[in-house]
């Protein structure tokens, strides 16, 4: 599906990648505009691609509720071995307060997530995804910033400037 930017991809220590459309569940019908479902086989492929920084924070994410939340975090957990970290979306309270760090080449990067909504759709469980929300952004970054070099921090479709 991707061999044409596979090279490229490939030659990156981190390839992100903000997977837009969810990959719910395959045991619910596959559906496009305005509440996606994705099927599951995409995984794969991204992985083979060469993408081991997926995104799932982003305005569809809760397109299949909770359902679709907790099958693209247990998708994604099997990719851990292979170095790919799911960040954006949550099963748990504990999940979303962990710091999730990736350490490449001795350098920890931290990533936080965050997006602007969810086109209307509010999560059965705040924990399952972080809104934009300055006062959260800049506590997260100002607790972390003491112990790492790099900070990643997406904030899907937004233009935000922070004062810290």
Do not use: C
């Amino acid at each position: 599906m991707y061999k044409n930017v596979k090279p490229y991809i490939k030659k990156f220590d981190i390839a992100y990648i903000n997977q837009e459309s969810p990959m719910g569940g395959d045991d619910i019908p596959y559906s496009g505009f305005k509440r996606f479902n994705t099927p599951s086989d995409l995984s794969k492929y991204l992985v083979e691609s060469g993408f081991n920084l997926i995104n799932g924070s982003n305005n569809h994410a809760l397109d299949k509720g909770t359902h679709g939340v907790n099958h693209r975090v247990n998708l994604w957990e099997k990719y851990k071995e292979k170095g790919v970290m799911f960040t954006g979306v949550y099963k748990s309270k504990k999940d979303n307060e962990k710091l999730q760090i990736i350490n490449k080449n001795g350098i920890k990067i931290a990533i936080l997530n965050y997006t602007f909504g969810t086109n209307g759709l509010k999560p059965e469980n705040k924990y399952q995804i972080n809104y934009l929300n300055e006062n959260k952004i800049k506590t997260q970054i100002i607790n972390i910033s003491m112990s790492l070099r790099i900070i990643f921090t997406k904030g899907f479709m937004f233009n935000y400037l922070l004062n810290i």
